[in-house]
């Protein structure tokens, strides 16, 4: 036990005294931190509703924004538009009346006017726009003013009140909700963050942990380090100390987003609530779950490490274990929006998928206690299994050098020298 | 302490490689492992470490199953490699502290061999950074910053230039002379000679001379003589030889200018001095003939391809 001490201290060290994974770090919270506390000194109310808190807006910058409103226009040939209801379907629009058709395409045309509808019957119109943007959802808007100048031109002819109309068709309707146990709707989100943010870990420090255990291959010091201690305390530690330092370097990170967000939560207006507002129960199951399971493949990564010796083959050795995590993650995503299926209920009890399927189901499904217990228990164990099996195949690689060992005849080779 | 191998026989898949090796070192003495490339001296040392397991056979020390994560032993292997972009100081600390030595021993161990072998200057510097021998030398410092009790060197001299194997000779005669074990396998003979009270040539898998070495220098130079003339060349003296006292002694061999004879069964030295006294030979070289460790590898190596 104090040799595994000894080699996560020396591997920490490495972590911790890297200037590009430190810096990598430092970069990624001030960028992370910045971004979220944007609306605090940018006006972002277009983008969050909201204006910036202690700032009310003198009429030079209410002239400004004036001047900024984007110019709409319209030709009615056929009688029907009526502006008034135009200027309130569109509140951050001026509206003109063109001349023409031709008219009206030319200034489009020009980019004089950012868009231009040409109304050519009671239910048809043409739409002009320059370059239609990837959001661009004025025709949707417009249908309903169409709409409604229909309702009002028919209401009118047959001498009916549209107002009356109008309230008894859209009666309002109170409804308050009483969720008994999980709200999925809210949750969905934050679990989906998380999946994915558990995806990297494995994808991204996974990888850097092969590399760690390759290179001790490749420069050759591996003979001299299993003849100073035990490989158990060799893998052992390396690979938790590269899950502590992923670990790290994203609960950093993840750390600034969330305290940033929490301090500027205001200046958004809540948008980002379903992405940053996770609830403690949450992130307590994501802790157990997602950093379980991330541990599995950060210890079935270094396995894979130990198998080649050159860290330019790392990528053919994990290459099958990365065909495993890329498809639970898709079918965890996937299940999500099945949470009480039977196939997530089988994947939350594997230690390949457990860690994303059971924290979800924990925080949008029905799952009783016990199977949380047993879910764990499977995991610790598989954990612990694959650490030693790792720790196997790593003393199995000493001296092997050449191509990459196949992860079945590494198997075959333990099981004959057992 | 004594360090015993037994009847060490190893194969890997079909192939066995070592046919039971066997031999044995004391503390203050140094055995030489000697062999052709691919005679197993590396395998031999590799099972010593564990690195390898053997089919059969058994390391013992003072009698007892040798355990090599018991002791602190120092193994230089042949496959040189420490970390490249980490500095000399860490390492050897962190190879020490592996090893049993709390950090504050460590430290100052490896001040200690930094500065025996001469490479303190680089402690902070990256391994990378430094020159081939310099770095052959801090793998040498970090072999022996636990201040092991056994120390096993396979090939130590290889990569180093005259000064510095200088360094290193003075430094294994200095861990002899402390009562440690030391194995040494090497191709260069002229360092095994001056070290190693103990030798075990290994050919094709097999021990095929071992013992002490002085004996083994007896054995090999015993009935034969050194003679070199100054107004003969040597094949003018071997024909002569040959010619004038075929009862006496026969020619064995030549090395440069000195001519190598066998006494004739019922000869002595003292006759042949007085059939070179009486002859018109003016001896500049006569003697007892000791062979060198390379002859006597040679020798015996060829021997067995044959």
Redesign the interface.
């Given at each position: 036990m104090k040799?595994f001490w000894?080699?996560l201290k020396?591997e920490l060290?490495?972590y911790f005294t890297n200037k590009v994974f430190m810096g990598l770090t430092v970069v990624l919270v001030v960028l992370g931190a910045a971004a979220l506390f944007l609306p605090r000194f940018v006006d972002m109310s277009g983008f969050t509703g909201v204006q910036v808190v202690g700032d009310k807006e003198d009429d030079s910058t209410q002239d400004s924004q004036q001047g900024e409103r984007p110019l709409f226009l319209y030709a009615d040939e056929a009688g029907v538009v009526q502006p008034q209801v135009l200027g309130e379907m569109f509140p951050d629009v001026d509206w003109q009346e063109a001349d023409s058709a031709d008219a009206l395409r030319s200034l489009v045309e020009n980019q004089e006017a950012q868009a231009g509808f040409l109304v050519t019957g009671a239910t048809q119109y043409e739409y002009y726009v320059y370059n239609k943007g990837m959001t661009d959802h004025n025709t949707a808007v417009f249908d309903q003013a169409m709409k409604l100048f229909y309702r009002m031109q028919y209401s009118q002819q047959k001498g009916w009140d549209l107002g009356e109309i109008t309230a008894m068709y859209d009666v309002p309707v109170t409804v308050t909700e009483q969720i008994l146990n999980k709200d999925s709707g809210s949750n969905y989100w934050y679990c989906y963050v998380l999946v994915i943010i558990v995806f990297m870990l494995i994808v991204y420090y996974g990888q850097m942990i092969a590399v760690s255990v390759t290179s001790e291959k490749s420069?050759?010091?591996?003979?001299?380090?299993?003849?100073?201690?035990?490989p158990n305390s060799l893998l052992f530690g390396k690979v938790i100390a590269g899950a502590i330092g992923g670990v790290f370097q994203m609960g950093v990170i993840l750390g600034a987003i969330l305290l940033s967000y929490r301090v500027n939560r205001e200046q958004w207006g809540g948008m980002l609530d379903m992405f940053l507002h996770i609830p403690g129960e949450v992130l307590i199951a994501f802790a157990f779950f997602g950093l379980g399971g991330y541990l599995f493949y950060a210890f079935l990564f270094g396995a894979m490490g130990a198998l080649v010796s050159k860290t330019e083959d790392i990528s053919k050795s994990v290459s099958g274990l990365m065909v495993v995590v890329m498809i639970v993650y898709f079918f965890s995503l996937m299940q999500l929006m099945n949470i009480d299926g039977p196939i997530i209920k089988v994947l939350s009890f594997l230690p390949i998928s457990s860690y994303s399927t059971m924290f979800a189901r924990v925080a949008m499904g029905s799952v009783a206690a016990w199977e949380i217990v047993v879910s764990f228990l499977i995991l610790a164990a598989s954990i612990a299994g694959t650490g030693i099996l790792g720790a196997k195949l790593y003393r199995m690689g000493?001296?092997r050098y050449g191509n990459p060992i196949k992860i079945g005849t590494a198997l075959k080779d333990l099981r004959k020298?057992d | 302490m004594r360090l015993e191998v037994k009847g060490i026989h190893k194969s890997f898949g079909d192939k066995e490689v070592l046919h039971g090796i066997d031999f044995h070192v004391e503390s203050g003495k140094a055995l030489g492992l000697l062999g052709r490339n691919g005679a197993g001296k590396t395998t031999t040392i590799?099972i010593l470490?564990?690195?390898f397991?053997a089919n059969s056979g058994e390391i013992l020390l003072d009698g007892k199953k040798f355990v090599?994560?018991r002791h602190r032993?120092g193994?230089l292997?042949e496959?040189?490699?420490?970390?490249?972009k980490?500095t000399v100081i860490?390492q050897m600390i962190?190879?020490a502290?592996?090893?049993g030595l709390n950090p504050k021993e460590a430290k100052e161990s490896a001040k200690r061999w930094l500065a025996r072998l001469e490479v303190s200057e680089y402690e902070t510097r990256k391994l990378e950074t430094l020159s081939k021998g310099n770095q052959q030398k801090v793998q040498l410092a970090?072999t022996l910053v636990s201040n092991p009790e056994i120390i096993i060197l396979d090939e130590p001299f290889s990569g180093l230039d005259p000064v510095n194997s200088q360094i290193l000779k003075d430094v294994v005669n200095e861990l002899i002379a402390e009562d440690r074990i030391v194995i040494f396998s090497s191709h260069q003979m002229s360092y095994v000679e001056e070290f190693c009270d103990e030798i075990a040539i290994i050919n094709q898998g097999e021990v095929v001379l071992a013992g002490r070495l002085r004996d083994i220098k007896k054995e090999y130079g015993k009935n034969r003589l050194m003679l070199a003339a100054e107004n003969l060349s040597v094949e003018e003296l071997a024909q002569k030889v040959e010619r004038e006292w075929p009862d006496l002694v026969s020619v064995s061999g030549r090395k440069r200018d000195i001519l190598i004879l066998e006494l004739k069964e019922g000869a002595d030295r003292r006759k042949v001095m007085a059939a070179l006294a009486a002859s018109s030979v003016e001896v500049e070289r006569f003697g007892c003939y000791e062979p060198s460790l390379n002859d006597i590898f040679v020798m015996k190596v060829g021997e067995e391809e044959e």
């Amino acid at each position: 036990m104090k040799r595994f001490w000894i080699v996560l201290k020396y591997e920490l060290k490495e972590y911790f005294t890297n200037k590009v994974f430190m810096g990598l770090t430092v970069v990624l919270v001030v960028l992370g931190a910045a971004a979220l506390f944007l609306p605090r000194f940018v006006d972002m109310s277009g983008f969050t509703g909201v204006q910036v808190v202690g700032d009310k807006e003198d009429d030079s910058t209410q002239d400004s924004q004036q001047g900024e409103r984007p110019l709409f226009l319209y030709a009615d040939e056929a009688g029907v538009v009526q502006p008034q209801v135009l200027g309130e379907m569109f509140p951050d629009v001026d509206w003109q009346e063109a001349d023409s058709a031709d008219a009206l395409r030319s200034l489009v045309e020009n980019q004089e006017a950012q868009a231009g509808f040409l109304v050519t019957g009671a239910t048809q119109y043409e739409y002009y726009v320059y370059n239609k943007g990837m959001t661009d959802h004025n025709t949707a808007v417009f249908d309903q003013a169409m709409k409604l100048f229909y309702r009002m031109q028919y209401s009118q002819q047959k001498g009916w009140d549209l107002g009356e109309i109008t309230a008894m068709y859209d009666v309002p309707v109170t409804v308050t909700e009483q969720i008994l146990n999980k709200d999925s709707g809210s949750n969905y989100w934050y679990c989906y963050v998380l999946v994915i943010i558990v995806f990297m870990l494995i994808v991204y420090y996974g990888q850097m942990i092969a590399v760690s255990v390759t290179s001790e291959k490749s420069n050759r010091a591996i003979e001299v380090l299993v003849t100073s201690t035990s490989p158990n305390s060799l893998l052992f530690g390396k690979v938790i100390a590269g899950a502590i330092g992923g670990v790290f370097q994203m609960g950093v990170i993840l750390g600034a987003i969330l305290l940033s967000y929490r301090v500027n939560r205001e200046q958004w207006g809540g948008m980002l609530d379903m992405f940053l507002h996770i609830p403690g129960e949450v992130l307590i199951a994501f802790a157990f779950f997602g950093l379980g399971g991330y541990l599995f493949y950060a210890f079935l990564f270094g396995a894979m490490g130990a198998l080649v010796s050159k860290t330019e083959d790392i990528s053919k050795s994990v290459s099958g274990l990365m065909v495993v995590v890329m498809i639970v993650y898709f079918f965890s995503l996937m299940q999500l929006m099945n949470i009480d299926g039977p196939i997530i209920k089988v994947l939350s009890f594997l230690p390949i998928s457990s860690y994303s399927t059971m924290f979800a189901r924990v925080a949008m499904g029905s799952v009783a206690a016990w199977e949380i217990v047993v879910s764990f228990l499977i995991l610790a164990a598989s954990i612990a299994g694959t650490g030693i099996l790792g720790a196997k195949l790593y003393r199995m690689g000493t001296l092997r050098y050449g191509n990459p060992i196949k992860i079945g005849t590494a198997l075959k080779d333990l099981r004959k020298s057992d | 302490m004594r360090l015993e191998v037994k009847g060490i026989h190893k194969s890997f898949g079909d192939k066995e490689v070592l046919h039971g090796i066997d031999f044995h070192v004391e503390s203050g003495k140094a055995l030489g492992l000697l062999g052709r490339n691919g005679a197993g001296k590396t395998t031999t040392i590799r099972i010593l470490m564990d690195v390898f397991h053997a089919n059969s056979g058994e390391i013992l020390l003072d009698g007892k199953k040798f355990v090599p994560s018991r002791h602190r032993i120092g193994y230089l292997p042949e496959e040189r490699g420490l970390y490249p972009k980490r500095t000399v100081i860490d390492q050897m600390i962190y190879l020490a502290c592996l090893r049993g030595l709390n950090p504050k021993e460590a430290k100052e161990s490896a001040k200690r061999w930094l500065a025996r072998l001469e490479v303190s200057e680089y402690e902070t510097r990256k391994l990378e950074t430094l020159s081939k021998g310099n770095q052959q030398k801090v793998q040498l410092a970090a072999t022996l910053v636990s201040n092991p009790e056994i120390i096993i060197l396979d090939e130590p001299f290889s990569g180093l230039d005259p000064v510095n194997s200088q360094i290193l000779k003075d430094v294994v005669n200095e861990l002899i002379a402390e009562d440690r074990i030391v194995i040494f396998s090497s191709h260069q003979m002229s360092y095994v000679e001056e070290f190693c009270d103990e030798i075990a040539i290994i050919n094709q898998g097999e021990v095929v001379l071992a013992g002490r070495l002085r004996d083994i220098k007896k054995e090999y130079g015993k009935n034969r003589l050194m003679l070199a003339a100054e107004n003969l060349s040597v094949e003018e003296l071997a024909q002569k030889v040959e010619r004038e006292w075929p009862d006496l002694v026969s020619v064995s061999g030549r090395k440069r200018d000195i001519l190598i004879l066998e006494l004739k069964e019922g000869a002595d030295r003292r006759k042949v001095m007085a059939a070179l006294a009486a002859s018109s030979v003016e001896v500049e070289r006569f003697g007892c003939y000791e062979p060198s460790l390379n002859d006597i590898f040679v020798m015996k190596v060829g021997e067995e391809e044959e």
